[in-house]
Each structure stands twice: as structure tokens, then as C-alpha cells.
């Protein structure tokens, strides 16, 4: 079975520009989260979605950020205009159940120059 | 709010020898606490995690951790470190008990030398 998947692995823009990373989770699985980990700091929750619903945005920085989870499969998070400070990593996880354990992706690295 | 402190962004082991990662967390009621490990060019991984009843949680590749109340930790030991332990570890708190809204620590990358 595919674990989760995200694309793409490694992004380089210029500030100013748009980015959007797309996270493919677990088939079945309804929640799902995205985290980002800016360099050498904590890694940090950004949102949740069951299915195509926002559970928990709570952790997006500005509305510079918009995630979506279209018919509840995949999901995109863009960032438009992109600033330096949005460099990082980005994670997603999904799991079958709120309560139920979590599988990330391997992230993606995402620099603004 | 919750907050997870970790000791040492980097620790150094010889292979053989114990694995000490220090967590210390701060949580304004009953904390649930994971330990997740990213091994190079992979996702993070569950480790083990602390829910409640036993304080002595045993996890995966012979990892096993401590839920300390009193001194507020929650730290991470492997009775002899293997080089294909060689990883970043992260300790995470969360209030729910479950994946959403985690937070994590700044993570521990631990070496481990022949």
C-alpha cells in the first residue's frame, strides 16, 4: 500500500512568486494534516481537513496560505505571493481516524529566494 | 498551551553504547506525548507514545521512553544504539491524544560512530 505521497520533493521560487504542493494521503484515510518545519526550528502544525472539510486551521500563518482538499482525496496548500520566511518544509499526514496514528510524507522542501 | 523542549539538537553515540534524548514538556492538563524519528530522505515515523496507564512505553527497533510527571519528561532510551539508528528524533506533545495539532520539539539529530 502507497504511503503518503508529496510533490513536489524539492521547490526553489523567487520571492513573489506562487507555489502550490499538492500531498496525496493514504487511500481511505479522511484526516488529513499539514505541518511545516521552518529551518532548525520546530516542526508546526499548520491545518487540519476531514475529508474535504477544515477541521483546525488555526496554525496557518496569513492568509497568504490557502489550503484546499477537493472531493475529500488529495490535498494542495499554495502560497501566493510567497515571502523568504515561508522557507521550509512542508509536511503532510493523513490517518483513517482522528485517533488513530498519523503517517507523513517525506515533506517538501520549499526555498524562496 | 503546550510546549516540548528538546536537549541537544545534536548527540553523538558509539555504536553499542546507551541513546539518551532528553524531552521535557510543558502542558496545562494530562498530556499525551509521541517520540517520531525521520530517518534520511523518509517521513516521519511514529516511534512510541504515551496515552495513559503504563508510564513505561515500549516502541519500535527497541526504543522505549518514560512518562515522568513530576519532572515533566518524557525522555527517549535504546539500551545499545545500532548505526542504522542514525536519525533525526522529534518529541510531541499533543492535548487530544491524537495526530491533529501536535506540537513538536526542535528535534535531536543523533549520530552514531563505529
Known amino acids: 500500500e502507497a504511503g503518503v505521497t508529496q510533490f513536489p520533493s524539492h521547490s526553489v521560487i523567487e520571492k513573489g512568486q506562487t507555489v502550490t504542493l499538492r500531498c496525496d494521503p493514504i487511500?481511505?484515510?479522511?484526516?488529513l494534516y499539514w505541518y511545516r518545519r521552518v529551518m532548525g526550528k520546530e516542526i508546526k502544525f499548520l491545518l487540519h481537513?476531514?475529508?474535504?472539510?477544515?477541521?483546525?486551521e488555526s496554525g496557518m500563518p496569513n492568509n497568504r496560505f490557502l489550503a484546499e482538499r477537493t472531493g475529500g482525496t488529495y490535498s494542495t496548500l499554495k502560497v501566493q505571493p510567497a515571502e523568504l520566511e515561508d522557507s521550509g518544509v512542508y509536511f503532510c499526514?493523513?490517518?483513517?481516524?482522528?485517533?488513530?496514528?498519523?503517517?507523513f510524507g517525506q515533506g517538501t522542501r520549499l526555498t524562496v529566494v | 498551551a503546550q510546549s516540548v523542549t528538546q536537549l541537544g539538537s545534536h548527540v553523538s553515540v558509539s555504536e553499542g553504547a546507551l541513546v539518551l534524548l532528553r524531552c521535557n514538556y510543558s502542558s496545562s492538563v494530562p498530556p499525551y506525548l509521541f517520540w517520531y524519528v525521520q530517518y534520511p530522505n523518509q517521513g516521519l515515523q511514529l516511534l512510541l507514545k504515551y496515552t495513559t496507564g503504563a508510564t513505561l512505553v515500549k516502541g519500535i527497533n527497541g526504543f522505549e521512553a518514560e512518562f515522568k510527571k513530576s519532572e515533566t519528561s518524557f525522555h527517549l532510551t535504546k539500551p545499545s544504539a545500532h548505526m542504522s539508528d542514525a536519525a533525526e528524533y522529534f518529541c510531541a506533545v499533543s492535548v487530544t491524544g491524537t495526530a491533529s495539532k501536535l506540537t513538536f520539539g526542535t528535534g535531536t539529530r543523533l549520530q552514531v560512530t563505529l
Open positions: 481537513f476531514v475529508k474535504e472539510s477544515k477541521q483546525d
Open positions: 499526514a493523513s490517518s483513517l481516524f482522528e485517533d488513530t496514528e498519523a503517517f
Open positions: 487511500s481511505g484515510h479522511d484526516n
